[in-house]
């Protein structure tokens, strides 16, 4: 067990974006785990934090000042049929995944969600997300769907499973 202390989950703010930027663009660069293909500027990143409400948070855990991972709901679709229904992401630094930090990341925005009355959840994740599979599975979600090569990143076409948590 590391002698690290145990990151604090909370609601982001402005001055995050930064690190929240960096640790996505990282994903973008070496991970299947975002479907970007090209880095993200820091205004790219403030425009995607202000289309998150109180309804579609974006937490961040830190120790101290740095920001060690994010997790976010996304409205799934425009539609008002589906609007108890999100998408939730996380992302963890390269430096510091491995540590359990996704996992609390992916409780703290069930947790959110279920506060915020959500009925179901749903998680996407591309061929070669396997630790992204894992922590999904962990917290009860279920595999739904696969959909068969819809992006192309790294020179290849990659399915992408469609996860679900039932909230209700």
Avoid: C
Avoid at 46 to 74: K, N
Avoid at 108 to 121: K, M, N, S
Wanted: glycine share 6%; charged share 25%; proline share 3%.
């Amino acid at each position: 067990m590391s002698d690290a202390p145990r990151p604090v989950i909370r609601h982001a703010n402005f001055s995050n974006v930064a690190a929240i930027t960096e640790i996505y663009n990282e994903a973008i660069l070496t991970l299947t785990a975002t479907f970007d293909t090209e880095p993200r500027t820091v205004d790219d990143r403030i425009a995607w934090f202000r289309s998150h409400d109180e309804r579609h948070p974006v937490l961040v855990a830190v120790v101290g000042s740095e920001v060690l991972g994010w997790a976010s709901l996304t409205r799934w679709s425009e539609r008002p049929a589906y609007n108890d229904t999100a998408e939730t992401s996380f992302y963890v630094a390269a430096e510091h995944r491995g540590r359990g930090i996704g996992r609390q990341l992916k409780e703290a925005i069930i947790a959110e969600a279920r506060r915020l009355g959500f009925h179901t959840l749903i998680a996407r994740m591309a061929e070669g997300s396997d630790a992204s599979r894992h922590v999904n599975q962990s917290v009860g979600f279920v595999h739904v769907g696969t959909l068969k090569e819809v992006g192309q990143k790294f020179g290849r076409w990659l399915d992408v499973d469609v996860m679900q948590l039932m909230l209700d």
